[in-house]
Each structure stands twice: as structure tokens, then as C-alpha cells.
């Protein structure tokens, strides 16, 4: 028995058919390799199927800060997976906090138009690197290096296997975030 992140239960009966069509399909088109395996498209397919949930919904996202040092010092509520990157923060209050207390954010370009104190870095024509000024460059160098940390932050959030498997609601998963956010604060002292 599968349990679906919705908490829709699938026997493995009622999904090794669908897998298996998927398979063949597959092989008939020739395709090499998926981000997802038959199984889990079939589960995602049969959730669909029975409760009419897009993909987007299906997943959850959290916002993090982290401190100059690269340690998690704040994670937020769950939000569906189809919530943008400004929309979360500010649903949060990130960015009015932040801009409030005149602290200085470097956030990637999912934050366009975030505007208070978030730092950006340059966006290119059509996204590209060379249209950009050598000091322009200079920056997103250096923001880089700086966002780098709070990949870092991001990275220890995921090391945590609880996190990766979550199968539940977006409240228990905030919930388990938090959990998770104290013990590595803790941990890390």
C-alpha cells in the first residue's frame, strides 16, 4: 500500500497496472530515463485521477533563512508547490520584516520583484552572461557566493531523510520542519 502526499491510499494492485502500461509506453517511445519512475507517475496519475489534484499542488515548499555563517535560523509554514517564490514571502511577511528592520536579504531571481531590502542579482538580455557588464558580473560573482550559504542552509534541511519521504499534509510538514529546525539548531548550538 502506497500512501499518496494527499493521503489518498493506493493498493499496489491497483498501481502496478498503470505502471506497467507506462512502462511499455515508454519502451515503444524510446525514452531513456524520466525525473520520475513509472511507479510514482502512476501514483501521481491515479491521486490526479481520483481527487482532480494537479502535480503543483501535490508538493509543498518552505521558505528558509539563514544566518551569514550558512545555519538555518528560521524555516516557514508549508505552502502548496505551486506558490511562487514572492508570493510565499510575502504571504510570510518576509520581505516587510526584513525591510522593517533594514536587514539585508540575497535572495535568487525566483524573488524578482520582491523589492524592500532583497538583493537580486543582475538578469542579463534573455537571460544571458555575456550581456552583462564586467562589474555586473563582479556582482552576481559575488551574490553567488553569498547565496551559496543558504544553499548550504537548504542542503541541511534535505540531509534530513525524514523531509524527503514526506507523504502528508502541508501543516504536518511544517510541523516536522520546524521539529527538524530546532534539533539542528540544537545540534549545531
Not at 507523504?167 to 504536518?172: A, E, G, H, I
Request: with cysteine.
Amino acid at each position: 500500500m502506497l500512501v499518496h502526499p494527499s493521503g489518498v491510499d493506493v493498493s499496489s494492485s491497483a498501481l502496478r497496472f498503470p505502471a506497467a502500461r507506462l512502462t511499455e509506453h515508454r519502451r515503444a517511445l524510446g525514452t531513456r530515463w524520466r525525473r520520475l519512475n513509472t511507479g510514482r507517475q502512476a501514483l501521481l496519475t491515479l491521486a490526479h485521477l481520483r481527487n482532480g489534484q494537479p502535480y503543483a499542488e501535490l508538493a509543498a515548499g518552505l521558505q528558509v533563512i539563514a544566518d551569514p555563517k550558512g545555519r538555518l535560523m528560521w524555516a516557514s509554514p508549508a505552502l502548496a508547490g505551486a506558490v511562487h517564490d514572492v508570493r510565499a514571502a510575502r504571504e510570510h511577511g518576509i520581505i516587510e520584516v526584513l525591510a522593517a528592520a533594514d536587514i539585508s536579504c540575497w535572495a535568487d531571481k525566483g524573488y524578482r520583484g520582491a523589492g524592500g531590502t532583497v538583493r537580486l542579482p543582475h538578469r542579463g538580455r534573455c537571460g544571458q552572461w555575456d550581456s552583462l557588464s564586467t562589474g555586473q558580473q563582479a556582482v552576481n560573482r559575488s551574490h553567488a557566493k553569498i547565496r551559496a550559504l543558504v544553499e548550504q542552509a537548504i542542503a541541511t534541511l534535505k540531509s534530513w531523510r525524514l523531509l524527503r519521504k514526506l507523504r502528508c499534509s502541508t501543516t504536518r510538514i511544517t510541523r516536522l520542519a520546524q521539529a527538524v529546525l530546532v534539533l539542528q539548531l540544537t545540534a549545531t548550538g
